[in-house]
């Protein structure tokens, strides 16, 4: 069962990136009008408008947009075909199904949990899975589903993400890594076939690694940050969505660093996830675009 | 003599804005493509898609620009006129003639003439003018004219402002008040004829009036900031172009306020002044457009 | 029953105030060292090294405080006396009680009792009290007591109060105002004899009153903010603990700015909290000196 | 020459490290006392009470205090050499003496020399030495002298090294690498005898090496950083005194990253260079306190 937001019904969502060329926006547009449909937003970004790469994110108001949604693919094929344009067009009343991987911290996992329950998160949330057992009744005093995957190494850790990609698998539009002390296979990436956002307990590119805070606190850093990306299997080296820092001190410890880290992952996360599930963020090599 | 910035060779900034309506987009990106530009960038902004204001920034390259002008203008006039819409075209290589208003105090002054003669702004400078004489020398380094004009009180406070009015007239594309500490008569902002951007040393609507720094200090406040804000009949509560803060604690003195809140003032009047001379701020009553 | 924090087990914090005048950080710290004291950390502050106000914050460790306490508190009487000093010891491992008011919004309730789940602040909460229902399932959940006492106006607005003071008399150290939308009266703040922090919805003195978020959406703010002060018989005008900002958009609604305004709130009250719940905050009239 | 402040006359600054043990901090203020001085202010910190480091900045005022220097180090030397405690005092009102090495850039340069003259930097500025000649005039309008030392390469690179060895030795206390381009010989740090304070153009440990800001923008960070570091003999990796950062997003330029950058690059430099000039910073191994 699909959940619709009221607010966005018959509002559909346009991705346009291609090779940037004279005359696309007009195009474009003038196919949003004859399909009488009004724009509620525009954004658009060109890495440079002579031979660049060309990025759009047009918002529109359709009346009865489900039933015009064929006419409409069928338009923007024939419209931007001649252009090599990549597209893609989405229900925005059609919230995303985002799927929770946790371990034992649960500040990134309960904040998500949080803002989608406050409504401020367009999306659903079928599962959390989690190797380890300490939030499960957190997450089902939510009213979501929560699967124990434990952890395992050797041969066997193939086995436990076979599991995971069994409970995803058509269940799911992206994967949020909440804090997921796993590392991932470059298989499961691959195979996982929905995007996979990423927190990481670092400024990036600073401090790779394990116990980044203790790094930081090592090197007397002055502030200290997280990193929200897209997962690549090149680890810690996907396209970043969203990053920011908070200023500590000699006075603070390497716990305290944490504490304030953890206030800056989850707030970073919680952006990264919402312009995700808001179709803000266009991927473009090793970078996003974020409209 | 206009100066040409060369990168901005043949590019116009186009806005628009007036009541949204279906078709608005469509029309106005039609009347690029059919003209023979490319669209470098657009920004557009509804304050609501159902029966709200629609603004539009669109920059855009036309080979041979200045030949093409008037046939665009002619384009944009029949063409928005029916939607009953406002438009304004500019020549982006030709930079903005800005005259900055300035009083003892250098930070503010120094700061936009450092960062025109490094190229950062996009004007020219034709003139400064101050109602004391302590800036004049390093203005004048800056190849730069500088006018002393003195303040008077009562009846002669309009002899100032005329003779201001005087040095202004025909010369100037906007004014820079950079912490001008004579309050401007509604006749003067009236007569002027150009945006006046002016610096508030305070976060609006924060201590509005003398001394800030001071009842800052008293109210035991633990951010300080400034606003930049457009110049209305109405002291102290023109439209807000940016704004911006700085931490301070109980042991910093008042005069520590003041230097610190000299950092964040030149720092938001001088990122005003850059958006104003990009076109990028459009006024809408009391508040602004950023794009 | 006192919860005892280990790691804080015979430390004990040393507050002093008074005027400043020679000798008096000597007199102070000779007074821990007689004592068989170690100082952990020292902060201090003179508004005016001539015959201003002096603050002091000390922490020391003393082996078996609890038998010690008697003879330190006589001894701080002792020397003190003759410098016309107030002083306050606390035994540091044993943590405040904090009573939370709310009403309906969740955002900054949850995060100080999900702080508290987690180890971070230093307190016990006896109870919750709200004039509506809607959280009393969730606060359970997090084994604390919640209590509902309904709003009343009128003549039975003191009935509420009363029913409130009753609740709290000889159960809490200090009150928290956690988005609680009910006006305190003067009788109260009086009665309840402990401090009480508020969290207001606005970063003071700006848009004081009701629906602030409305208010800056109108004047077309670009920062918007939140302050945590301590509750005074003169409403909104307490000394301001902490206070932050969050940077919005002409594009931001009243909705946006209100969602944005929640994660400065609860980000700032728990600032606020930790920091009184340590004894870091040292009220001097309407000002505060944080350590 | 020296230049005396008068705010700070008879203030001296004493800085105190070693091991932290019990009774120190009474014994310093002790002193103090019996040497007829009042402390101004007194910030200390502690790696750990048990068995750490102690870190400790005091100030204070003593009429008539050059007469009292001598007796004020002989009675230090007495007191801390059981202590086995590292201490330096300062006259607070002489200047320290500051050479700023600078390339083309002259954003950090100009900006020392501006809060110099404004009266916010406690400090003299002996010279300005550049590998290039384009500031030569700026500097001098600030009354500064400018020496040209021409860059060399290969068996000449120690030419000029030793060039400006020369020049600094004896007449400064300090040096500030203004965005000097060069890489200074592990001789040369050894040589010059004085602190050397870089400022490095990205967020360190990040993008460490030659153009930073493109590396940035191949990256796709959505914060740009600097930090201000002393130098050591391993390079880009001196104690870091201050960091901070910028936000940036995928429509900023290559160009434009430089530019935000160079704001922030100024004003780490500018606070850095203060906190070094007030004595507030202590060097502990790779690490500094900063009160």
Same mark, same amino acid.
């Given at each position: 069962?699909?959940? $619709?937001?009221?607010?966005? =019904?018959?509002?559909?969502?346009?991705?346009?990136?291609?090779?940037?060329?004279?005359?696309?926006?007009?195009?474009?547009?003038?196919?949003?009008?004859?399909?009488?449909?009004?724009?509620?937003?525009?954004?658009?970004?060109?890495?440079?408008?002579?031979? @660049?790469? &060309? &990025?759009?994110?047009?918002? &529109?108001? =359709?009346?009865?947009?489900?039933?015009? &949604?064929?006419?409409? +693919?069928?338009?923007?094929?024939?419209?931007?075909?001649?252009?090599?344009?990549?597209?893609?067009?989405?229900?925005?009343?059609?919230?995303?199904?985002?799927a929770?991987l946790?371990s034992?911290?649960?500040?990134?996992?309960?904040?998500?949990?949080?803002?989608?329950?406050?409504?401020?998160?367009?999306?659903?949330?079928?599962m959390?899975i989690s190797n380890h057992t300490?939030?499960? +009744?957190? #997450?089902?005093? /939510? @009213?979501?589903? /929560?699967f124990h995957v434990p952890s395992q190494s050797g041969a066997d850790k193939s086995a436990s993400e076979t599991e995971i990609l069994k409970l995803l698998a @058509?269940?799911?539009?992206?994967v949020?890594l909440?804090?997921y002390m796993q590392i991932l296979s470059a298989d499961f990436i691959e195979q996982v @076939?929905?995007?996979? *956002?990423? *927190?990481?307990?670092?400024?990036?590119?600073? /401090?790779?690694?394990?116990?980044?805070? %203790?790094?930081?606190?090592?090197?007397?850093?002055?502030?200290?940050?997280?990193?929200?990306?897209?997962?690549?299997?090149?680890?810690? +080296?996907?396209?970043?969505?969203?990053?920011?820092?908070? %200023?500590?001190?000699?006075?603070?410890?390497?716990?305290?660093?944490?504490? %304030?880290?953890?206030? #800056?992952?989850?707030?970073?996360?919680?952006?990264?996830?919402?312009?995700?599930?808001?179709?803000?963020?266009? =991927?473009?090599?090793? $970078?996003?675009? #974020? /409209?």
């Amino acid at each position: 069962m699909t959940v $619709h937001t009221d607010a966005l =019904r018959d509002h559909a969502c346009l991705i346009v990136h291609g090779p940037d060329q004279p005359g696309l926006v007009a195009a474009v547009t003038a196919l949003v009008t004859r399909n009488n449909a009004n724009i509620v937003s525009l954004d658009q970004y060109s890495s440079d408008p002579a031979g @660049g790469q &060309f &990025f759009q994110r047009l918002v &529109f108001h =359709r009346p009865d947009l489900a039933a015009a &949604f064929p006419d409409l +693919e069928a338009d923007l094929d024939q419209t931007l075909a001649p252009y090599g344009m990549q597209w893609r067009l989405t229900d925005q009343s059609v919230p995303k199904r985002m799927a929770i991987l946790a371990s034992t911290s649960d500040h990134c996992l309960l904040d998500l949990l949080w803002r989608h329950r406050r409504g401020e998160l367009p999306v659903t949330i079928p599962m959390v899975i989690s190797n380890h057992t300490n939030t499960a +009744e957190d #997450v089902r005093t /939510f @009213g979501v589903p /929560f699967f124990h995957v434990p952890s395992q190494s050797g041969a066997d850790k193939s086995a436990s993400e076979t599991e995971i990609l069994k409970l995803l698998a @058509g269940n799911v539009d992206f994967v949020v890594l909440a804090r997921y002390m796993q590392i991932l296979s470059a298989d499961f990436i691959e195979q996982v @076939g929905v995007p996979v *956002i990423n *927190i990481h307990h670092s400024f990036l590119p600073a /401090f790779i690694g394990a116990a980044p805070y %203790r790094k930081a606190k090592e090197r007397g850093v002055k502030l200290i940050g997280a990193t929200s990306h897209y997962v690549t299997t090149d680890l810690d +080296e996907g396209p970043i969505i969203e990053q920011d820092v908070a %200023r500590v001190t000699h006075a603070d410890t390497a716990a305290d660093l944490q504490r %304030r880290g953890a206030d #800056v992952e989850r707030a970073v996360l919680s952006r990264a996830v919402l312009w995700h599930a808001q179709d803000r963020v266009i =991927r473009d090599g090793n $970078h996003t675009i #974020v /409209f």
